[in-house]
């Protein structure tokens, strides 16, 4: 039996609530103590329940903790007060459960279940005896008579007091009639994720005094829980300034969605959008962001992208001017300006943009960060807190985390992959790893075979050390288990080789007509993602016309779209690697894959796959054209045959450090020497190849290397 | 010049293939046909907004960029930002063009295409420091008979300004322009990609009045196809 879950939000009464936990975190019972969870929202202001337990043994309890008035009380008052409490306690949240359909009785007024109300207090008041007032001692006896819970009500009644109904899936899919459709799949896999699980219940309500560190892979809900803390946050403290920020622009609209829904969820009213705010890291020159909002305050001229990109190069623009703003503000009397941060997408960002934070932040830097350890694969350890925030003048980092029993915790993991069926995150990751590119090739790997028990995954066969044989699988915890209901493997992956682009083309728009014509998938549940950037715009322009012979919309987000909008209703989206970041879709198509499979960078080539693919919820098809391609397919299959687990010889630390150098990314510089060095080679080649050169005139020993290779 | 609607369709459509095979172009937008009084029909870009008036801009600035680029109004955008409209009145009776504007328009910012990943090209317009905003001179080539007058040659090109009209041969073609614009501002695409070569004739008149040929124009008897 699991031990009770207990969620840390804001704690009205923090020394009654170390007694609380005190006494019921040793309880074998299946449920949730919340601790100043839920919010409610009051005639004129919203107010929270000190803790609220949900558990199968006794089903809802709240646990009013706010009695220092009540003490104060004349004798024969006491009683009175308590009552009124417990009354206005049991009254909201019966307001709130009675709206769910599943939770309440036949008559449809009552609920299925009591709602109990016990004040807890740390000494017994004289004279006062209540069956429901409890003090430390006596709070087990009280508990023990309380009915259990109809297990078919704990599901719907977690979703109730999470208020996750801004997870319910945005489409309804009416449409669905053929329960063996496309569509009746991702209907089913959409209506799974209502309820957070536990540790995203932890990261969403837990807001520990000081800095607080979400990891977890893509898909496992960051973005989510951000929001949703956010909204809570603001429920919460009005008044305070919170700033939820991001990397990919077209999040904003995104956070901007699901936190009025979660606001409104729990207070029935708007945000106030001036304290909370959702601001893009920089900003633009038509809308503010987080550098821009600082350095407004510091007095300075905040810098456009069109500006930094001219002194710092457009890839390190931003490190560039968050760098000198964060100098020029250590040298001010800067006041911080935020309470509380917000960071989706942190390993996008340049550690001078969280030192910029840490600066705009007041104490205790309550600062939030989303991370995903495996956006880049080649380099999967996360930045150590000093290199983030930076050290203090004794040289310790400026930001320490700690998850201490009984506290909020300061570092969450999100164990949990939802997005991705299991089998397509393990392609993914084979692929973008290259562990099937054979004789003893990768394409990069993981430097400490420990990570990837991190990232969920377990070893079968072989040992998971450097230099050994491995056989890994997804851990069946650690991927959500709904995904084996409605799809296979074979199903849900596959992959094209073309003799030529325009057959691809061809190919992907039958496709698409094929699916959104029989298979009751909509058009806007596709994304085209096109992992060759610079060649983005050519690309989407001949699918475009094909799939317009076809009467099918299409967009190029940023491009024939506007670059905040993804999705729109009756088109396909398509759009470079850049911009599929951050999005998903049910079905993916990648495009031209082979570019992922040739010349220099093949490290970061290979990074671009597996954002790819994993964009896709269910199904992904990987096109490509040519030989390239071929050679891709056959990884695959490899992978595929391996029943979708990665077998493989694990590098050794040479090895490992060998990738490293060879595939790291080449500056333009060493790639225009290497490319100038293929053409004398070619030429050379030629001259021999021609006859107008002999072999016996060539150096002897580059006669002899070249003899070697000839073999 | 004679041409019908389809012929225009034909020949603009050939022209955004050969700048997509060329990896020439960003964007575009499809062909609309606007009805005109006088039984003639206009063949223009598609799009939701309302052209601004040449008027608006008697000489060129970067805000007229931003108004074309903002409200769609090009056939063609290509890879460098710059925007190519391409413009024709018909007498649909007669399939007789009447009027036509054809315009180069270039982008006053310059940028890698990986950089528009980061900020779209408004925005580097409107943050590049002004010294590095570069100045080119859009290339705008008119044919108006009807507003021909005294120092304004019925077929002419503009160059930036409104009131600079460099009287002209003879009015284009829209693949003819194409290939003048290539052939002179992308020379490396010209020297790499033949499809531009060709160009149709609908057999356009010699515009020229008495005062062009005193005081000089521009002339092009060209073939159709150049080796």
């Known amino acids: 039996?699991?031990?009770?879950?207990?969620?840390?939000?804001?704690?009205?009464?923090?020394?009654?609530?170390?007694l609380l936990v005190s006494v019921l975190i040793e309880q074998e019972w299946n449920g949730t103590l919340y601790v100043g969870y839920p919010v409610f929202a009051s005639e004129d202001n919203s107010s929270v329940t000190d803790a609220l337990l949900?558990?199968?043994?006794?089903?809802?309890?709240?646990?009013?903790?706010?009695?220092?008035?009540?003490?104060?009380?004349?004798?024969?008052?006491i009683e009175s007060a308590i009552s009124y409490r417990q009354r206005e306690l049991r009254r909201k949240l019966n307001s709130r459960l009675v709206a769910y359909e599943d939770l309440v009785q036949e008559d449809g007024i009552s609920l299925g279940f009591p709602i109990n109300v016990i004040t807890f207090i740390p000494q017994p008041i004289p004279n006062v005896e209540l069956a429901t007032l409890a003090t430390p001692d006596s709070l087990l006896d009280r508990l023990q008579p309380l009915p259990p819970l109809n297990p078919h009500y704990v599901k719907p009644l977690n979703a109730a007091v999470q208020k996750t109904a801004a997870l319910k899936p945005k489409k309804k899919r009416l449409n669905v009639r053929n329960t063996d459709s496309m569509g009746a799949a991702i209907k089913h896999l959409e209506s799974q994720i209502a309820n957070l699980d536990r540790w995203q219940k932890n990261a969403a309500i837990e807001s520990p005094e000081g800095p607080q560190r979400i990891r977890g892979l893509a898909g496992s809900g960051k973005t989510i829980i951000l929001a949703m803390k956010a909204a809570y946050l603001h429920a919460n403290d009005p008044e305070a300034k919170i700033v939820v920020t991001f990397n990919t622009r077209s999040l904003y609209q995104q956070f901007k969605n699901l936190i009025r829904r979660f606001y409104f969820d729990q207070v029935s009213d708007d945000p106030n959008w001036d304290k909370l705010q959702i601001l893009h890291a920089w900003g633009s020159e038509s809308s503010a962001g987080v550098y821009s909002t600082i350095s407004a305050q510091a007095g300075t001229t905040p810098i456009p992208f069109g500006a930094a990109r001219y002194r710092f190069g457009y890839t390190d623009?931003?490190?560039?001017?968050?760098?000198?703003?964060?100098?020029?503000?250590?040298?001010?009397?800067?006041k911080p300006v935020f309470d509380y941060v917000l960071v989706d997408e942190a390993q996008d960002?340049?550690?001078?943009?969280?030192?910029?934070?840490?600066?705009?932040?007041?104490?205790?830097?309550?600062?939030?960060?989303?991370?995903?350890?495996?956006?880049?694969?080649?380099?999967?350890?996360?930045?150590?807190?000093d290199e983030l925030f930076g050290v203090g003048d004794d040289g310790n980092p400026v930001v320490e985390i700690n998850n201490i029993d009984g506290q909020p915790k300061q570092d969450i993991l999100l164990p949990v992959c939802y997005r991705n069926p299991p089998w397509l995150l393990t392609l993914a990751l084979g692929l973008g790893l290259g562990i099937k590119l054979g004789n003893g090739k990768f394409a990069q790997m993981f430097r400490d075979p420990d990570f990837w028990r991190e990232i969920g995954y377990e070893c079968t066969h072989g040992q998971l050390e450097l230099g050994k044989h491995v056989r890994l699988k997804r851990s069946a915890d650690r991927s959500a288990p709904f995904f084996g209901d409605v799809l296979t493997p074979a199903q849900s992956v596959s992959w094209h080789v073309f003799g030529d682009f325009p057959s691809q083309a061809e190919w992907i728009a039958n496709d698409i007509q094929k699916v959104t014509t029989t298979q009751e998938l909509d058009l806007s549940d596709i994304l085209i993602v096109i992992p060759d950037s610079l060649g983005a715009s050519k690309i989407g322009i001949a699918i475009t016309a094909q799939l317009s012979q076809r009467n099918i919309n299409s967009h190029l987000i940023g491009v024939t779209g506007s670059r905040d909008v993804v999705f729109v209703d009756d088109s396909v989206a398509m759009c470079s690697i850049y911009r599929a970041k951050g999005n998903e879709a049910p079905l993916v198509y990648v495009v031209s894959s082979e570019f992922c499979n040739a010349g220099f960078d093949l490290s970061k080539k290979?990074?671009?796959?597996?954002?790819?693919?994993?964009?896709?919820?269910?199904?992904?098809r990987i096109c490509g054209v040519g030989t390239s391609m071929q050679t891709l397919a056959s990884e695959m299959a490899a992978i595929a045959n391996d029943n979708f687990e990665l077998d493989f010889?694990?590098?050794?630390?040479?090895?490992?450090?060998?990738?490293?150098?060879?595939?790291?990314?080449?500056?333009?510089?060493?790639?225009?020497?290497?490319?100038?060095?293929?053409?004398?080679?070619?030429?050379?080649?030629?001259?021999?190849?021609?006859?107008?050169?002999?072999?016996?005139e060539l150096p002897e020993d580059l006669a002899d290397l070249l003899r070697k290779a000839l073999k | 010049m004679k041409a019908s609607i389809t012929d225009?369709?034909?020949?603009?459509?050939?022209?955004?293939?050969?700048?997509?095979?060329?990896?020439?172009?960003?964007?575009?937008?499809?062909?609309?046909?606007?009805?005109?009084?006088?039984?003639?029909?206009?063949?223009?870009?598609?799009?939701?907004?309302?052209?601004?008036?040449?008027?608006?801009?008697?000489?060129?600035?970067?805000?007229?960029y931003l108004a074309y680029l903002e409200g769609r109004h090009y056939q063609f955008q290509l890879n460098d930002g710059s925007l190519i409209q391409l413009s024709y009145d018909i007498d649909f009776k007669k399939d007789?063009?009447?009027?036509?504007?054809?315009?180069?328009?270039?982008?006053?910012?310059?940028?890698?295409?990986?950089?528009l990943e980061y900020a779209p090209i408004k925005e580097l317009v409107l943050s590049t420091p002004t010294e590095c905003i570069v100045c080119r001179a859009p290339i705008r080539l008119d044919f108006s008979p009807d507003q021909a007058a005294h120092n304004h040659s019925s077929t002419h090109i503009h160059l930036g300004m409104e009131e600079f009209r460099l009287p002209v041969h003879r009015a284009m073609e829209p693949s003819r322009f194409i290939r003048f614009i290539i052939r002179t501002i992308y020379p490396t695409i010209w020297d790499n990609f033949k499809v531009f070569r060709t160009a149709e004739n609908w057999a356009a008149q010699d515009n020229l009045n008495e005062d062009d040929r005193i005081c000089g124009f521009l002339g092009w008897h060209l073939p159709v196809a150049i080796p």
């Open chain 1, 649 to 696: 010889n694990y590098p050794t630390q040479k090895q490992i450090e060998q990738l490293r150098s060879a595939y790291k990314e080449r500056t333009s510089k060493e790639k225009r020497n290497v490319q100038k060095e293929i053409k004398s080679a070619q030429k050379l080649l030629q001259r021999l190849a021609d006859g107008e050169l002999d072999l016996g």
């Open chain 1, 54 to 77: 949900t558990c199968q043994e006794h089903g809802v309890v709240i646990f009013d903790l706010t009695t220092e008035n009540i003490i104060e009380l004349e004798e024969g008052a």
């Open chain 2, 8 to 64: 225009l369709r034909n020949s603009i459509d050939r022209v955004r293939i050969n700048l997509h095979d060329a990896g020439l172009l960003y964007d575009w937008n499809d062909c609309s046909v606007v009805r005109l009084s006088n039984r003639r029909n206009r063949i223009t870009w598609a799009t939701s907004s309302v052209r601004p008036e040449v008027s608006s801009f008697p000489i060129s600035n970067v805000g007229e």
């Open chain 2, 96 to 115: 007789e063009i009447k009027q036509s504007r054809l315009v180069w328009y270039p982008c006053p910012v310059q940028f890698s295409l990986e950089e």
């Open chain 1, 1 to 18: 039996m699991a031990r009770l879950d207990i969620v840390f939000g804001k704690k009205t009464n923090p020394v009654a609530v170390e």
């Open chain 1, 317 to 334: 623009a931003f490190k560039g001017v968050c760098t000198e703003l964060v100098s020029h503000i250590k040298k001010l009397e800067f």
């Open chain 1, 606 to 620: 290979r990074n671009i796959l597996f954002t790819a693919l994993t964009r896709a919820k269910a199904w992904v």
């Open chain 1, 349 to 385: 960002f340049p550690a001078a943009f969280f030192q910029l934070i840490y600066l705009a932040t007041k104490a205790p830097k309550k600062i939030v960060w989303a991370y995903d350890e495996l956006q880049n694969l080649g380099d999967s350890t996360m930045p150590t807190l």
